[in-house]
């Protein structure tokens, strides 16, 4: 069964430094998204992101945030000045149409020291 | 009110037991609804669509109420390996149909 993949599964980042992360979306989905769950938290909207461009974003995806799609299959997200609140697992998600189900991806684990 | 609300419980049940969480939802406009179960520190997996008045695939059952703008799961014959969190999500109102999960609703199944 085709899957989401993310890339790396955990990554460890001091205060202030820029991370990326990377998702290999499901390849003929056409629509990608960003998640991120706060330990004991809910899984919370990022981004969403159609036809190169972003869709939708919520007010947690602030200037210090951005993604990308560089080529025909990676899509990634970069935090450029990482804050401890930043720490979380990050989820990428993708599906072929916007009313159909969202398949995700298996998390980075992001820790912000 | 809440986009997508849940009991987070946690709901103890024995083997055996027949278990049902409900979530409600705000945007009357959704036309499909989700289950989605979640293990610890893993990913979402889905576990049920509902595009219409309900959805049944072997122990679980999944019924939508567009009245009372809530759906719920069933869950028959609970197993051990039933125990995870169940989230529910919805489309939030908007072009692009981005997904609202719940907080979940924890279930734990003991012997």
């Known amino acids: 069964e085709p899957e989401v993949t993310q890339t790396p599964s955990h990554q460890v980042t001091q205060m202030g430094q820029e991370v990326i992360l990377r998702c290999v979306p499901i390849?003929?989905?056409?629509?990608f998204y960003w998640y991120r769950q706060i330990l004991g938290q809910k899984v919370e909207f990022l981004v969403s992101?159609?036809?190169?461009?972003?869709?939708?974003k919520s007010e947690i995806f602030d200037d210090q945030f951005s993604v990308e799609r560089p080529d025909g299959s990676n899509f990634t997200l970069k935090i450029r000045s990482t804050k401890l609140e930043d720490s979380a697992m990050y989820f990428c998600?993708?599906?072929?149409?916007?009313?159909?189900?969202?398949?995700f991806g298996s998390g980075t684990q992001l820790s912000v020291l | 009110r809440k986009e997508v609300e849940q009991d987070p419980g946690p709901f103890n049940v024995p083997e055996g037991a027949t278990v049902a969480f409900n979530c409600t939802y705000s945007n009357s406009a959704s036309q499909s609804f989700f289950w989605y179960r979640q293990d610890c520190r893993k990913e979402p997996k889905l576990l049920m669509s509902?595009?219409?008045s309900g959805n049944e695939d072997g122990r679980f059952t999944a019924q939508l109420n567009r009245a009372s703008q809530y759906i719920s799961l069933l869950i028959r014959d609970s197993k051990l390996s039933d125990s995870a969190t169940y989230l529910c999500?919805?489309?939030?109102?908007?072009?692009?149909?981005?997904?609202?999960f719940g907080a979940g609703t924890r279930l734990a199944v003991h012997p």
């Open positions: 999500a919805s489309p939030f109102s908007g072009g692009y149909n981005k997904l609202i």
């Open positions: 390849s003929n989905h056409l629509y």
């Open positions: 509902v595009y219409s």
């Open positions: 992101f159609y036809n190169n461009e972003i869709s939708e």
């Open positions: 998600a993708s599906r072929d149409s916007p009313n159909e189900k969202l398949f």
